[in-house]
Structures are given as structure tokens and as C-alpha cells.
């Protein structure tokens, strides 16, 4: 009853972080010049323009098994079109960047939060301490470099144009293959291998531990 308790309270956050997650992409793409994100409404707080199915399910999983520590997951991804940028390549890096940037913001907002109510409202306290560790955990799993997270768009634009073109292509042919690899990898602990030592020192940094 406890671990369902927690759910409770664990699921709206993520599902509201990762809708600024997702704005912040469709913000930065419009404010650019590309007018896609607006095309498909996606320019919008409204959580559920965001929601992706099988990042939903992986979001769910992992709040469910408190044990894993880092809670993965992911929204529909925002349509992008860079040629519309002024500069195409910075462009995308810049809107791939603005997701997990946007939640670093949000857990340093509610870290000073916490730190302003810390020892006098400890129902807050909880709720800003859900909030922080959401959107520092969404914030380093989504830089992973792995399809569709946004690590793989600023990868993808790093590398030489051949390599870029057969990613995509690779990618565009095997749709399911990369959202299966990180479930397999969320379930034999992987993530909390890479990202537990970055993790915690954010957590530390904002007043968690």
C-alpha cells in the first residue's frame, strides 16, 4: 500500500515534468523558425499532447520497482523540422538539449523550494523532493545517447555527415528495436550503473541527500 501511496504521488509529477520536457523542445523548434511543433500542436503544457505510449509503460514500471533508484522514461517525441533553422545542425542540438535542460531548471526551482521549507512544511518538502528527483532522473536518462532520447539527436549532429545519414536510416528502418534495447537495459540495471554516480551528486547538490 505504501509503494502504491508513492505511485500515486510519483506519477503526476513525471507525467507534468515530462510535458514541460516536451514544450520546452516545441518551444525552442518554434522560437527558431520551425513551425512544425505549432503545426501539431505540440507548443503546449497540456500533458496529454505529450504522453508516449511505451515511455508512459517504462515510467510506470519504474515507480513501481523503487528499488531501480533512476526513473527512466520518455515522451512523444515533438516533430522537428531544422531546415526551417537558420542554422540546422545547432538548431536541432539546441531544441535536443532544451528538453533535459528545462527539467535541470525545474529540479533547481523546486530545490529552492525545498531549501525555503525545509523543517516547516514537511508535506511540501516531500512534494518538492518527488519534483527534484523526477526532473534530475528524466534530465540524465534523456541524454543517453540511444534513439528516440534526446542524446541521440545531439549525437547524430556531432557526427560526420556519412555516419549521420546511416544512423537515421538505420534507425528510421528498425523503429522498435532501440525503445526494446532500453527496456532491457532499464531491467538489468544498466542505467542505474551509468547514471547513479551523476545522479546522486545532483541530488546532493540540491539538497537531497
Known amino acids: 500500500m505504501e509503494s502504491l501511496g508513492?505511485?500515486?504521488?510519483?506519477?503526476?509529477?513525471?507525467?507534468?515534468?515530462?510535458?514541460?520536457?516536451?514544450?520546452?523542445?516545441?518551444?525552442?523548434?518554434?522560437?527558431l523558425g520551425d513551425p512544425t511543433p505549432s503545426q501539431?500542436?505540440?507548443?503546449?503544457?497540456?500533458?496529454?499532447?505529450?504522453?508516449?505510449?511505451?515511455?508512459?509503460?517504462?515510467?510506470?514500471?519504474?515507480?513501481?520497482?523503487?528499488?531501480?533508484?533512476?526513473i527512466p522514461g520518455w515522451g512523444k517525441p515533438v516533430p522537428v523540422n531544422p531546415?526551417?533553422?537558420r542554422n540546422s545542425r545547432w538548431g536541432d542540438i539546441l531544441v535536443s538539449a532544451g528538453g533535459p535542460i528545462s527539467n535541470l531548471l525545474l529540479a533547481a526551482l523546486f530545490a529552492v523550494g525545498l531549501h525555503l521549507v525545509r523543517g516547516s512544511l514537511d508535506s511540501a518538502a516531500a512534494i518538492f523532493t518527488i519534483f527534484i528527483v523526477v526532473n534530475i532522473s528524466l534530465a540524465l536518462f534523456n541524454l543517453i545517447p540511444i534513439p528516440p532520447l534526446d542524446g541521440s539527436h545531439?549525437?547524430?549532429?556531432?557526427?560526420?555527415?556519412?555516419?549521420?545519414?546511416?544512423?537515421?536510416?538505420?534507425?528510421?528502418?528498425n523503429p522498435f528495436l532501440f525503445p526494446i534495447l532500453l527496456i532491457v537495459l532499464l531491467n538489468i540495471g544498466a542505467f542505474n550503473l551509468i547514471l547513479g554516480p551523476p545522479f546522486q551528486f545532483l541530488l546532493s547538490l540540491a539538497g537531497v541527500l
Open 83 to 85: 531546415n526551417y533553422m
Open 40 to 70: 501539431y500542436g505540440r507548443v503546449t503544457l497540456n500533458p496529454l499532447a505529450h504522453l508516449d505510449p511505451i515511455g508512459t509503460l517504462v515510467i510506470i514500471f519504474s515507480i513501481l520497482n523503487p528499488g531501480m533508484g533512476i
Open 6 to 31: 508513492m505511485a500515486l504521488l510519483y506519477i503526476p509529477v513525471v507525467i507534468l515534468s515530462l510535458a514541460v520536457h516536451e514544450f520546452a523542445h516545441a518551444w525552442l523548434a518554434d522560437s
Open 154 to 173: 545531439v549525437l547524430k549532429q556531432l557526427l560526420p555527415l556519412q555516419a549521420h545519414y546511416s544512423l537515421v536510416d538505420f534507425e528510421r528502418r
